[in-house]
């Protein structure tokens, strides 16, 4: 059985930082690409930023130069880094897995809340 | 970056109904276009990608047409448990994007 599982969300001050991550079983992470998607409260989904499988990396405009994605291959876990965070960055973050090109984002886990307030 | 419009923003249906979703590009993505079901509380759901391949495990009753900027999500006999926020996402190119959702519920 496929499972996603975020952590690491939770209440910061703006301009503060956050480390998220996401730990994957059931599927072989190394062929995978990973993304982050985040839907702030009561608002759609706004996808933040992908880590291809076989290298690149690409970010929403809203968060470049500010988060940093990356990902541990040997401990199958997706991570994003966030600095500068600001009040709309408030919302819940999901890992979710893509199988290679022409699929989409096929599992999602169950997100982490980042909360961006003084 | 493309953007994508879904219509109706809101639909009320009854079981057993055909109903249709619209979403549109603002410029070519081929059929690199996904429908994703999202309920309260929960992540989203993939129900078709490449436009109109179903995900496994989807109900039939669930399908995707289209290609270029025009597509379409059609539920061939509404149930109750497909009360729901959907969604569509373009993948063509970085940065991806996602339609603003149509909330279907039940008259």
């Known amino acids: 059985e496929v499972e996603l599982l975020e952590s690491g969300g939770g209440l910061v001050q703006p301009g503060g930082s956050l480390r998220l991550s996401c730990v994957v079983s059931?599927?072989?992470?190394?062929?995978?690409?990973m993304s982050w998607i985040r839907q702030a409260p009561g608002k759609g989904l706004e996808w933040v930023s992908i880590?291809?499988?076989?290298?690149?990396?690409f970010y929403a405009d809203s968060v470049r130069g500010r988060f940093t994605i990356s990902r541990d291959n040997f401990k199958s876990t997706l991570f994003l880094e966030m600095n500068g965070l600001r009040a709309e960055d408030t919302a819940l973050y999901y890992c979710a897995s893509k199988k290679g090109f022409g699929y989409a984002l096929d599992y999602w886990g169950p997100g982490t809340l980042v909360t961006v307030s003084s | 970056d493309i953007q994508m419009t879904q219509s109706p923003s809101t639909l009320s249906a009854s079981v057993g109904d055909r109903v249709t979703i619209t979403c549109r590009a603002s410029?070519?993505?081929?059929?690199?276009l996904a429908w994703y079901e999202q309920k309260p509380g929960k992540a989203p759901n993939l129900l078709i990608y490449k436009a109109s391949t179903l995900q496994t495990g989807v109900p039939s009753r669930f399908s995707g047409s289209g290609s270029g900027t025009e597509f379409t999500l059609t539920i061939s006999g509404l149930q109750p448990d497909d009360s729901a926020t959907y969604y569509c996402?373009?993948?063509?190119?970085?940065?991806?994007?996602f339609g603003q959702g149509t909330k279907v519920d039940f008259k």
């Open positions: 880590s291809a499988s076989n290298g690149p990396i």
């Open positions: 059931g599927l072989p992470f190394t062929t995978y690409d």
């Open positions: 996402h373009q993948y063509k190119t970085e940065p991806w994007t």
């Open positions: 410029q070519y993505i081929s059929v690199w």
